[in-house]
T-cell receptor, first 117, second 112 residues
Framework: KAGVTQTPRYLIKTRGQQVTLSCSPI?????VSWYQQTPGQGLQFLFE???????NKGNFPGRFSGRQFSNSRSEMNVSTLELGDSALYLC????????????????FGPGTRLTVL | DQQVKQNSPSLSVQEGRISILNCDYT??????FLWYKKYPAEGPTFLIS?????DKNEDGRFTVFLNKSAKHLSLHIVPSQPGDSAVYFC???????????FGKGTKLSVIP
């Protein structure tokens, strides 16, 4: 079974631009979460989607948004990019059968490395 | 607000010996603590978890211990292998949510 795939793997943008990142979960997985990893802040939760609905949202400004499609694929968008948005963006998917990642393994993709110049 | 702290940024261990990675937390309300391993240029990989009602969980070479009175958990790897060299993150999940709160990670180096 194919793992979580994220596209593109690397991206370079300039300040003020916007960017869209894509995540394809493992087949059959219905929950998709997004995380940002930076050297200073570590891994931080952005949001989680299930059945095209955002179930949880982390403490990020409104410039960060996402959506999930009927096939469970997800996209996240960052508008008006800032230098501090340079990070590794990780997507994770789960079956969502046990109500949480303790009983239901989350599988992470390799991430998209975003560089903002 | 739950905080998860990994106070050791790095750890070096000889091959075959025990590796002990530690994590402290501040809030007693959680469902699970989880450990993930991360290699460079890859996403984190789930290793093992422990629920709030247990104090120990084992899976092969990996054992996680939870000390609720001290708000401390640890991951034991026995015996350590060079392939275990990676960054290890502890994370917590609460109230049936898929939101994970991660520690900053500990880089483990296993020396052959």
């Amino acid at each position: 079974k194919a793992g979580v795939t994220q596209t593109p793997r690397y991206l370079i943008k300039t300040r003020g631009q916007q960017v869209t990142l894509s995540c394809s979960p493992i087949s059959g997985h219905r929950s998709v979460s997004w995380y940002q990893q930076t050297p200073g802040q570590g891994l931080q939760f952005l949001f989680e989607y299930f059945s095209e609905t955002q179930r949880n949202k982390g403490n990020f400004p409104g410039r960060f948004s996402g959506r999930q499609f009927s096939n469970s694929r997800s996209e996240m968008n960052v508008s008006t990019l800032e230098l501090g948005d340079s990070a590794l963006y990780l997507c994770a998917s789960s079956l969502d059968t046990s109500g949480g990642p303790g009983g239901d393994t989350q599988y992470f993709g390799p991430g998209t490395r975003l560089t903002v110049l | 607000d739950q905080q998860v702290k990994q106070n050791s940024p790095s750890l070096s261990v000889q091959e075959g010996r025990i590796s002990i990675l530690n994590c402290d937390y501040t809030n007693s309300m959680f469902d699970y603590f989880l450990w993930y391993k991360k290699y460079p240029a890859e996403g984190p990989t789930f290793l093992i978890s422990i629920s709030s009602i247990k104090d120990k969980n084992e899976d092969g070479r990996f054992t996680v211990f939870l000390n609720k009175s001290a708000k401390h958990l640890s991951l034991h790897i026995v015996p350590s292998q060079p392939g275990d060299s990676a960054v290890y993150f502890c994370a917590y999940s609460g109230a049936g949510s898929y939101q994970l709160t991660f520690g900053k990670g500990t880089k483990l180096s296993v020396i052959p």
